[in-house]
């Protein structure tokens, strides 16, 4: 069965300060991987999403992730946060026939 | 514009009462799925399906019943039998292939009176 990690239930960044969220998976194959971000009471934005190739995955708001196979890992980037990015994000890995499983998520909160 | 609709934003059921959960979607996605969202449990799956007039019961189906009619409507109804209703639901479309992005609807919190 698939599962995924977020050990981070809380992270509070300075404006400006970098960002790293954490996504620990598990698959037995090779997996495709997805962040969401979810302002609050709002559904779920596609941030990136990795399938093959190219480990550092850009995605939109200037994210980025990286796929690390040795360390069944995922982990979001951004250099430099913003206000803005306050927010949850949600790590996801699938297939199974499509379905996603989702971690419980990172609530994000920037200090200005 | 293309998107995902739900309706209600808000709704409030009361003891012993179905409640029914609108999903509309005009990106002619064949798949479409529904997932309850709690505090600190991230999005499990409820019900999806993959085309019309077929779904299967995803990981907590219990006390929920879904319908596809039409390839764009996938409404859920949350039965009686569902004793812990309140949470936060998001319907999403995909086209069903593993490597296709689902797409988020803005979602509808169930509250119970």
């Known amino acids: 069965a698939q599962s995924v990690t977020q050990p981070d239930i809380h992270i509070t960044v300075s404006e400006g300060a970098s960002l790293e969220l954490r996504c620990n998976y598990s698959y037995g194959a090779t997996p495709y991987l997805f962040w969401y971000v979810q302002s609050p009471g709002q559904g779920l934005q596609l941030l990136l999403k990795y399938f093959s190739g190219d480990t550092l995955v850009q995605g939109i708001k200037g994210f980025e992730a990286e796929f690390k196979r040795s360390q069944s890992s995922f982990n979001l980037r951004k250099p430099s946060v913003h206000w803005s990015d306050a927010a949850e994000y949600f790590c996801?890995?699938?297939?199974?026939?499509?379905?996603?499983?989702f971690g419980g998520g990172t609530r994000l909160m920037v200090k200005p | 514009d293309g998107g995902i609709t739900q309706s209600p934003k808000y709704l409030f059921r009361k003891e012993g009462q179905n409640v029914t959960l609108s999903c509309e979607q005009n990106?002619?996605?064949?798949?479409m799925y529904w997932y309850r969202q709690d505090p600190g449990q991230g999005l499990r799956l409820i019900y999806y399906?993959?085309?019309?007039?077929?779904?299967q019961k995803g990981d907590i189906a219990e006390g929920y019943s879904v319908s596809r009619e039409k390839k764009e409507s996938f409404p859920l109804t949350v039965t009686s039998a569902q004793k812990n209703p309140t949470a936060f639901y998001l319907c999403?479309?995909?086209?069903?292939?593993?490597?296709?992005?689902?797409?988020f609807g803005p979602g509808t919190r169930l509250l119970v009176l």
């Open positions: 990106l002619n996605h064949d798949a």
């Open positions: 999403a479309s995909s086209i069903p292939s593993a490597q296709e992005t689902q797409y």
């Open positions: 996801a890995v699938g297939p199974a026939g499509n379905m996603l499983t």
């Open positions: 399906s993959q085309i019309v007039n077929d779904f």
